[in-house]
């Protein structure tokens, strides 16, 4: 059955048969793959299509961060087109098989050699002003390309998630914001687009481009194989603290193999591509999204074929794909020697798939179910853990409040011996050049100020732009002077009163101006200097949810600020309340708006002046910094350090009087303010400001105001040099000669080397010297930390590092050649600033000094630097009060130093390197990794441009004790599923391979989305808070925690349990009490109850018809509260002869026979329940079909009455109308059902006498019920057990006749038919019964009953708990006054067959307390089916106890009891008093023998009302023995006890009962066949479900089932479907988190699609079977890797 490959997926299919091998050893490389290789890396001959992608990042456009950006390294600057085609095919050849007849310097694509002639496309230029191409060498995209070229036709093994489709229809294109094509560098008009297609196809090479777009992954590799997941690690490191059975070269030795078996392949390969290649552009992207269960028909492969012999595939998997969390062999074949054999489907044209045997590698410790473990380990596994034992200290050291001791159990990475680690001498601390105190230098910048105002007051300060590029003003330096001083007075004298000044000396204010007013800001600041106020910048605050600005406010809050200077055009721009005033902003302090702009301001007196003081000790202003977590804090700078740094700049950029510079950066902070502001000043200089605003619209306005004012220097970010790039075509008459300095502000971002390179490349032709190039380094904290000096014509340049990644991510610099694909190119930012000493220090611990090769973050010693984070002490030591020491641990200087927060080292020569920053340092798994370089990986990735304007966010989450990588892109408005998931699959593979690690989620936002930074970068922390917020909502989610995680515990092997060999003494096992207890015992209690005299229920009916025959036994309330109908005794004895005269004459019914009672809740039922009982039927009480949903509730109906074998049904009129409506014949056909009787219209006649039954043991009543799990079972009651149930339940909750007891519940099954039909006739009391569908309509309804008739004891299940919680949340108070009283309450009991559910019954508790509920009344009960309640809290007896047990102990089987609130406690409430008459035992599932106390085990039960087994049509007898007369293994191995297929533990308290004995307390943990074994241990599905629903408050309900070991998670989405995807990352965080496990699947449906039954209880089976036959209708299912 060879398939064809579905239309439009050409290669893909060939790519499918062409690799089937894997291995599962951890290095990455040898990983499934998505998409073939590129036509060498995408690019045709060093330019073109799939090459100027990464120029149209020039829509990168707002991203002012600088990560954004570059990634593209170029090493010896310009190389001619041949040294570039040689160099690229040396470089990626390695990647390439070789194919025999094949020249190999012929490209594999059929790829015209392209040399300037033979290519046109050169001269003709993208009209979207894609960069030129031409010179670069953009070796880590290349890197990037190559490396996925390598798992060329390898699929990865990965289905694609399913959305439904309204989600995919919103998620085109027309549903986003489209780009702003405001500016020509991003106008990414329909024209450009197809000039761009039209080159991709006439190039010959265009192929790359169309493979990438390649379709999705087809779902046959994940059906047909287990995915064995791959861990991050390198394969030095593949397997830690295991001894790794697989050494690096096997797995080199199992990839050659595979590229020899693919050979053959790969020729039909060649040829399939010319087919495809055209057809390959137009193919539609949707359809190819069926989710994973339709595409599993198509998938089924007739056969497998291994070694020449088909075999057919095994039956399991039609069901299921195969396990994907071990290696367990679901559907490969284990052989003898281990190594298994993968099989693929056969292949579509090739014949036989290639095959690849994998070594399954040591304890294949990544995912490993129980049975994982090699058979040769045991005695290994032993002596490991005896090792383990000595290393680990005795008691874990008290860390905190609590010690989490199970991080022990999780896996540590070890050290591998072979890791790099730094051999180098200790670094010495550099120190710069001497500071040389120049003459004219002014002894403070106000003293600056006012000596070039009154000097030279005509010369130009600043001129800025408007959007236009025209000079909107120019500042002179006397109209700053003037106006800095009205500023000052103005501050100091006209803000408050003469007495009560609002701004003194001292005090702090805002700065509120926006970026294209650089001169407002100018004046603003020189004013605050000149009062000795302390000016603090800060951005405009554009909204009031603006993201950051929250955290600013909590800075101005901190710092005491009460007035905000602004700009008359932000003042007006600034949101306001309908009464004209600005609204206080989310987290601000209360401020008073001041506008200092001249017609605001008075003129200050003759004799005013500002008092000129010499720079002191006093702060100058205080610089916002935004740390890694979103808190903003304020640099404390002071006037000294801010004159000292003006001069070191003015020094190492040899700075001059009246040189013009152009600024495009922000002047509020960092390189923009010290440079264009304060340096400006200094030195006269004039300053030609860029606004960002101008940028947008022309990105190539710096240059040409350079041009323009033949301007010496220019400051500008990579971004910057990036943007001009892109636009610089339309220039003709540029020219940079003038330049001698061009201060790259990012340069010390590793990225920024290609944009200066590329940047150099096209302007040197223009008049640029390559010498002018100068980036710096610098922080907030330490101000310029390193700047390149403008060199000497014809000196040296200066040199690159090239750094192995691996090694940085160890922390060792490893110079590498640049034949590696994982490098970093770094250039340096020139040496020390002068006065300044510089040392590196290590990045943990005590600040000791780095050897020379080692990065470490890098510390100055200087005047010049910050000299406090303001207000914050403990920070402020920490960061600028650092004394680093050397090996001995000797200070290296008596002076403080101040961390810079950069990575880097001191290269030779003295230069500065810097690798990273701190805050974007990710440690994953011990090893370090920068954000920054990860964001370059991601962009290079074909097709780049596919991420909208390279807006990319990489961050880390700690999930289970370690960091995680998160990467969030904004797509491309117009990015069809299909290449949305092809470049996160890409993405992934690229990183993995560069970077040696794995990305934990990968997310796809719409464009725009992002949160963004004042300038338009991304706001990192913001996005990061959304992202664990919930609240990011991406359109695409692709999470991989299966190769991430690698630090889960081990899986758990089982241990043998105590056999029948251990010694028993007395009641002890192995030295604890056995576990066992009883209710009181029946026989000893004394009553005088008459009704004990009566073996039958009929007859007790018949003789109080007889002795009270008024008393009324039943009422019944509609759903106002109102009594619809009441029964006394002799009302009921006379309906029940009348209904068994009809039995015997219409039905002619023989003793014994079975009849079906299909009534709704109410009074009819009970009568015919005792007229069966009178014409000697057996009763069988089954639930009605619900009008609005016959088509699922009949089958269920029909299928009882069928089971249990009912001769006829009894019935209402109404229900009989509704059986033969239309819906219920199509759902069932009317003429299989046995004769309806309707029992509406009784003759009068009785019958002739009533049937008296002779044996006590023979059935009364059949009790039909589904099961949790989907099992319908019905269980035997006989005559004994049942009276002997009622006499449990009197004697429990001292029923008596002057007794009321209200009923909430279904009369249908267990304690609750007993409780509405059968309690009331034997003791006597009056029960008030309630349907619960009538509180549907009026949810106050069971609450007022109880309290209108003053009820001492009610009944309810859990499902009318919670509606009355939900329901009557906010009506206490009106309840309240309606006179609603729960003080009588003695007990409210709900009925259950599960664990208590702790949280719902203390919510109850709690919000009914002010009506008078007492709190120790809400109880629950317990049964099942082998006994319909074996617990139920009384009136007498202690009130129910509250244990809290380890979840973790709890998956081994074990119980632990531990504190409440400590780590991993959960709460589990005593179901009841075990009932008189019962015994309970805990006994071992497995042995049956039994356990101690406090152990975890199935609780068994010996008690008269036992059913007596279970009713089937085939009588599956192995079962009825098992389950309803077990014997223990040893013990007391004669006692008959039934099993409830309950896990629980039994536990003496400290209480005693009525008896004066200890009480002994039962806790149920749940249902043994709802349990789930994942990794060897026991999960309850109600703990994961309870982590889930707290992790998003759109999370209404979730279940969880497993499937082939995936664990499955299906949440209820209260919300729009844009959050779907918001909660897959959340569930697979908290389910790690709390229960470390992997979510396989996470299922998003809408409210209501999980089923659940009469009880409240969650139907998770056939949630499952609905899954897997497709039938939920989901939102979206992600599938994690």
Known sequence: MNQRPPAGRGEGSVSAFCSRARCCCCCFRQHERFGEMKSTAGRQGGGGSAAAAPGDRGQLGSSSSCRSIEMQHDEEGDITQKGYEKKRSKLIGAYFPQTPGMDPSMGQERRTPVTPSS??????????????????????????????????????????????????????????????????????????????????????????????????????????????????????TASSSSSSTRSGGSGAAAGRLADVLAQHVHISAQHHLRHHRHHHRHKTGLLSHLSLRKRRRKAEPAGLVQNGNSEPRRSENHSAPPDVTGCTNNTANTTADGIQVERGPPGGGGGSAAQRQTPKYGNAELMETGDGVPVSSRVSAKIQQLVNTLKRPKRPPLREFFVDDFEELLEVQQPDPNLPKAEGAQMAAMRGEQLGVVTNWPPSLEAALQRWGTISPKAPCLTTMDTNGKPLYVLTYGKLWSRSVKVAYNLLHKLGTKQEPLVRPGDRVALVFPNNDPGAFMTAFYGCLLAEVVPVPIEVPLTRKDAGSQQIGFLLGSCGVTVALTSDACHKGLPKTPTGEIPQFKGWPKVLWFVPESKHLSKPPRDWFPQIKDANQDTAYIEYKTCKDGGVLGVTVTRTAMLTHCQALTQSCSYTEAETIVNVLDFKKDVGLWHAVLTSVMNMMHVVSIPYALMKVNPLSWIQKVCQFKAKVACVKSRDMHWALVAHRDQRDVNLSSLRMLVVADGSNPWSISSCDAFLNVFQTKGLRPEVICPCASSPEALTVAIRRPLEEGATPPSRGVLSMPGLSHGVIRVDSEEKLSVLTLQDVGSVMPGALMCVVKVEGVPQLCKTDEIGEMCVCTVATGTSYYGLAGMTKNTFEVFPVSNNGTPISEFPFTRTGLLGFIGPAG????????????????????????????????????????????????????????????????????????????????????????????????????????????????????FLEGALHPCNVLMCPHTCVTNLPKPRQKQPEIGPASVMVGNLVSGKRIAQASGRDLGQIEDNDQARKFLFLSEVLQWRAQTTPDHVLYTLLNSRGAIASSLTCVQLHKRAEKIAAVLSERGHLQDGDHVALVYPPGIDLIAAFYGCLYAGCVPITVRPPHPQNIATTLPTVKMIVEVSRSVCVMTTQLICKLLRSKEALA????????????????????????????????????????????????????????????????????????????????????????????????????????????????????????????????????????????????????????????????????????????????????????????????????????????????????????????????????????????????????SGKILPGVRIIIANPETKGPMGESHLGEIWVHSGHNASG???????????????????????????????????????????????????????????????????????????????????????????????????????????????????PLVTNVVLEEHYLIVGVVVVVDIGVIPINSRGEKQRMHLRDGFLADQLDPIYVAYNM
């Open 1510 to 1624: 279970y009713f089937t049509v085939y009588g599956d007898e192995v079962l009825q023995s098992d389950h309803f007369s077990s014997r223990l293994s040893f013990g007391d191995t004669q006692t008959v006890w039934a099993r409830t297929g309950y896990l629980g533990f039994l536990r003496r308290t400290e209480l005693t009962d009525a008896s004066g004995e200890r009480h002994d307390a039962l806790y149920v943990v749940g249902a043994l066949e709802e349990a789930m074994e994942l990794r060897g241990m026991r999960y309850h599905p109600i703990d994961i479900e309870t982590s889930v629903i707290r992790t998003h408050k759109s999370i209404t309900e979730c279940a969880v089932f497993t499937w082939t070991n995936l664990l499955v998670v299906v949440v209820e989405l209260d919300g729009s479907e844009h959050e779907a995807l918001d909660l897959v």
């Open 119 to 236: 290519s046109s496309r050169y001269n003709r230029r993208r009209s979207s002003g894609s960069r030129d191409e031409r010179y670069r060498s953009d070796v880590h995209t290349e890197a990037v390309q190559a490396a996925l070229a390598k798992h060329k036709e390898r699929k990865m093994a990965v289905p694609m998630p399913s959305k439904r489709r309204s989600l995919v229809v919103q998620t085109s294109m027309d549903a986003y914001t489209p780009p702003d094509t405001s500016s020509g560098s991003e106008g990414e008009g329909q024209g450009d687009e197809d000039v761009g297609d039209g080159e991709e196809e006439d190039g010959g090479g265009g192929g790359g481009t169309s493979s990438s777009r390649e379709g999705s992954i087809s779902m046959e590799h994940w059906i047909s194989r287990a995915v064995h997941s791959s861990t991050t690690t390198t394969s030095s």
């Open 1227 to 1470: 759902a069932v056909d009317l003429r299989t059902w046995p004769p309806v009787i309707d029992t509406d219209d009784l003759p009068k006649k009785k019958p002739p006498l009533l049937y008296k039954p002779s044996n006590p043991d023979t059935l009364a009543y059949l009790d039909f019920s589904v099961s949790t799990t989907g099992m319908l079972a019905g269980v035997k009651m006989s005559h004994t057990a049942t009276s002997a149930f009622c006499r449990s339940i009197k004697l429990q909750c001292e029923l008596y006749p002057s007794r009321e007891v209200a009923i909430c519940l279904d009369p249908y099954c267990g304690l609750g038919f007993v409780l509405w039909c059968l309690c009331s006739v034997y003791s006597g009391h009056q029960s008030i019964l309630i349907p619960p569908s009538e509180l549907e309509v009026n949810p106050a309804l069971w609450l007022s009953a109880v309290s209108q008739y003053k009820v001492r004891d009610t009944f309810c299940s859990y499902s009318v708990m919670e509606l009355c919680t939900k329901g009557l949340g906010l009506q206490t108070d009106s309840l309240k006054s309606r006179g609603v009283d729960l003080s009588r309450v003695r007990t409210c009991v709900v009925v259950a067959e599960e664990r208590p559910r702790i949280a719902l019954t203390q919510s109850f508790s709690k919000l009914f307390k002010d009506l008078g509920l007492h709190p120790r009344a809400v109880s629950t009960s317990f049964g099942c089916r082998v006994n319909l309640a074996i617990c139920l809290q009384g009136t007498s007896g202690p009130d129910p106890t509250t244990v809290f047990v380890d979840m973790r102990a709890l998956r081994h089987d074990r119980v632990r009891l531990v504190e409440r609130g400590s780590p991993h406690s959960l709460p589990l409430m005593e």
């Open 911 to 1026: 230069l500065i390197f810097v690798a990273g920053k701190m805050d974007g340092l990710m440690v994953v798994g011990g090893r370090r990794h920068n954000a920054d370089d990860i964001v370059a990986t991601a962009l290079a990735v074909e097709p780049m441009k596919f991420v909208y304007r390279g807006r990319i966010a990489v961050f880390s989450i700690t999930v289970l004790h370690d960091e995680r990588i998160v990467v969030v892109a904004e797509q491309r408005p117009d990015s069809t599923e299909e290449d949305s998931f092809q470049w996160m699959s890409r993405v992934l593979q690229a990183i993995d391979s560069i970077h040696q690690v794995g990305v934990y989620c990968l997310a796809l936002v719409p464009s725009n989305t992002l949160p963004k930074t004042p300038l338009g970068g991304i706001h990192l922390s913001e996005a990061k808070q959304l």
